[in-house]
């Protein structure tokens, strides 16, 4: 059974950039049907997608994030991973990762969530 | 792109039946039948409930339906159960490859 499991530092400074890696196992990072996402939930708040990546490389961006956002994969360690810049204490949340159906449509399985604080 | 709207909160006893809506725009709701519904208890990931507006993934009980007309997407659970007390978002493609959730709804059963 797919699983995923997101990795990264809790806690970071403003204006510096949050780092955090999803380890996809039991399944191929590499399956051409899939697209692999972040996304982010700040204390009490709702889901905000942040974005996809495909195994080629091939990235899709929440246009309020792009600015700041990089998701990149690498395929021979079967991992995601995830950049924000210029970090605020509103980018404060637990982050998601989650393997994403492009169509129809939907995100499924999700790793367990890190939160990550952003704090001085 | 603003976040898809639902009611803060809902609630039902024990055998009844509730609805969740989640009103977008043309952009998104409106323009695809591409809605997806995720239930989240506290302290866990979210759950993949519904697809394609009305499908259900396999199981995934059949006490959950959806529904869509115009820009709003529906969640209904009936036969209430005190396990479906959870939060609960919606997820719709929002054209140009993006995606939006909704603010999420709060069910309590009485």
């Known amino acids: 059974q797919l699983q995923l499991q997101e990795s990264g530092p809790g806690l970071v400074k403003p204006s510096e950039t949050l780092s955090l890696t999803c380890t996809v196992s039991a399944g191929s990072i590499s399956s051409s049907s899939y697209f692999w996402a972040w996304i982010r939930q700040p204390p009490g708040k709702g889901l905000e997608w942040i974005g996809s990546?495909?195994?080629?490389?091939?990235?899709n961006y929440s246009p309020s994030l792009k600015s700041r956002v990089t998701i990149s994969v690498d395929t021979s360690k079967n991992q995601f991973s995830l950049k924000l810049s210029s970090v605020t204490a509103a980018d404060t949340a637990i982050y998601y990762c989650a393997r994403q159906v492009p169509t129809p449509s939907w995100f499924d399985p999700w790793g367990q969530g890190t939160m990550v604080s952003i704090s001085s | 792109q603003s976040a898809l709207t639902q009611p803060a909160s809902v609630s039902g006893s024990p055998g009844q039946s509730i609805t969740i809506s989640c009103t977008g725009t043309s952009s998104d709701v409106g323009s695809y039948n591409l809605v997806s519904w995720y239930q989240q208890h506290p302290g866990k990931a979210p759950k993949f409930m519904i697809y394609?507006?009305?499908k259900r993934p396999s199981g995934v009980s059949n006490r959950f339906s959806g529904s869509k007309s115009g820009t709003t997407a529906s969640l209904t659970i009936s036969g209430l159960q005190a396990e479906d007390e959870a939060d609960y978002y919606c997820?719709?493609?929002?054209?140009?490859?993006?995606?939006?959730f909704g603010g999420g709804t709060e069910l309590t059963v009485l």
């Open positions: 990546i495909f195994h080629t490389g091939t990235t």
């Open positions: 997820c719709s493609y929002a054209g140009s490859t993006t995606w939006v």
């Open positions: 394609e507006v009305n």
